[in-house]
């Protein structure tokens, strides 16, 4: 199985911060992997797709980056609604796989 | 609108079996894998399979396989996840999502198992 190692697992940021979440694979997984963001009492989110892809209706605020088998999550300008627990999943061999989540908090 | 209905919540007894279900609307649900992911109380989201509502074709991740059934009746939209015999350790929020990177997600179906 392809192990998705997301760091770190949680941080504490501000208002207005702008803060980068990262995933490792533990393969070439190539571009195939999503972002999500979940909040409590909540279905999860999808944010990102291959990699960089922003879904439909997703503010610019968010942006995916790739470097080999590293991934990055950037959000900038944090809002009080962006405080979520946000994951990485990979899709591209079976059987599918999260990252551990990172959950970001209000400083 | 793309939408993925999800069954209501489940109280259930350890050793009972239970099926939820997964009603999709908006779009061709033959065309597209459904997925089914757990959140435990206080845990991560856990990737558990996929089917493909056209053939029913199936992959499971071998932390669930044997441990649930997946299944879809196309003639209804509706995609299932089934447990034979409930366990505590069952006791989660289950999701279904379309697609390999889950565009869209259900609500979820909360399921507590309890004696």
């Known amino acids: 199985d392809i192990q998705m190692t997301q760091s770190p697992s949680s941080l504490s940021a501000s208002v207005g911060d702008r803060v980068t979440i990262t995933c490792r694979a533990s393969?070439?997984?190539?571009?195939?992997l999503a972002w999500f963001q979940h909040m409590p009492g909540k279905a999860p989110k999808s944010l990102i797709y291959?990699?960089?892809t922003l879904q439909h209706g997703v503010p610019s605020k968010f942006s995916g980056g790739r470097s080999g088998t590293d991934f990055t999550l950037t959000i900038i300008s944090l809002q009080p609604e962006d405080f979520a627990t946000y994951y990485c999943?990979?899709?591209?061999?079976?059987?599918?796989?999260f990252g551990g989540g990172t959950k970001v908090e209000i400083k | 609108e793309v939408q993925l209905e999800q069954s209501g919540p489940e109280v259930k007894k350890p050793g009972e079996s239970l099926k939820i279900s997964c009603k999709a609307s908006?779009?061709?649900?033959?065309?597209?894998?459904i997925a089914w992911v757990r959140h435990m109380p206080g845990k991560g989201l856990e990737w558990m399979g996929v089917?493909?509502?056209?053939?029913?074709?199936?992959r499971y991740s071998p932390s669930f396989q044997g441990q649930v059934t997946m299944s879809a009746d196309k003639s209804i939209n509706t995609a299932y996840l089934q447990f034979s015999s409930l366990k505590a350790s069952d006791t989660a929020i289950y999701y279904c999502?379309?697609?390999?990177?889950?565009?869209?997600w259900g609500q979820g179906t909360t399921v507590t198992v309890s004696s």
């Open positions: 999502a379309r697609r390999g990177y889950m565009d869209v």
């Open positions: 908006g779009y061709s649900f033959t065309t597209y894998w």
């Open positions: 089917i493909f509502p056209s053939d029913s074709d199936t």
């Open positions: 393969q070439d997984i190539s571009n195939f």
């Open positions: 291959a990699a960089s």
């Open positions: 999943q990979q899709y591209d061999s079976y059987p599918f796989t």
